[in-house]
């Protein structure tokens, strides 16, 4: 009786694997397609303070890179540049924070996948810079998928 229950409960435990590598692909497939359909936009946000002025800037972007020549690519640009101040590194974690002129600006790589990686920046405005139409995060990540030769633009938000 006792072996009859195990067969019976192998049994279930191979059909639901089986039904999950079914489910998978499709999944997959989708995730694929969406990525497919976000990679290289940007997608951008401002804080305001009480006045209406712009505080934090922050953008976001997927691209079909991997994390890490992503985060080599934003180390290069920002040693290149004489006026950018590198505050803090973290290769383990893909962290950056660079300084320019009054400017704080932060990114962070997360890889997606092998192949894929979102990049999120946010950017200290100092009190008296203005809105402007691409924001300072923006303008950094633009800057990253140039060098990468990769097609952003940023997104209607």
């Known amino acids: ?71 080599a690519t934003a180390i290069n640009l920002a040693n290149q540049n004489q006026a950018i101040t590198i505050v803090s590194q973290d290769a383990s974690n893909f962290k950056l924070q660079v300084s320019e002129d009054n400017k704080s600006v932060t990114l962070k790589v997360v890889p997606l996948s092998e192949q894929s990686s979102e990049i999120m920046i946010s950017a200290i405005v100092p009190a008296d810079g203005g809105a402007s139409g691409t924001s300072a995060a923006s303008a950094s990540i633009l800057k990253i998928c140039t060098q990468m030769n990769k097609k952003c633009s940023v997104g209607a938000n």
């Open 1 to 71: 009786m006792a072996t009859k229950y195990l067969v019976l409960r192998v049994g279930s435990i191979g059909l639901f694997i089986s039904f999950l590598f079914l489910v998978s692909g499709p999944v997959s497939a989708q995730w694929i397609f969406a990525a497919k359909h976000i990679e290289g936009r940007i997608n951008q946000l401002t804080q305001d303070d009480q006045s209406g002025k712009p505080t934090v800037q922050m953008a976001t972007v997927v691209l079909n890179a991997p994390a890490s020549k992503v985060y």
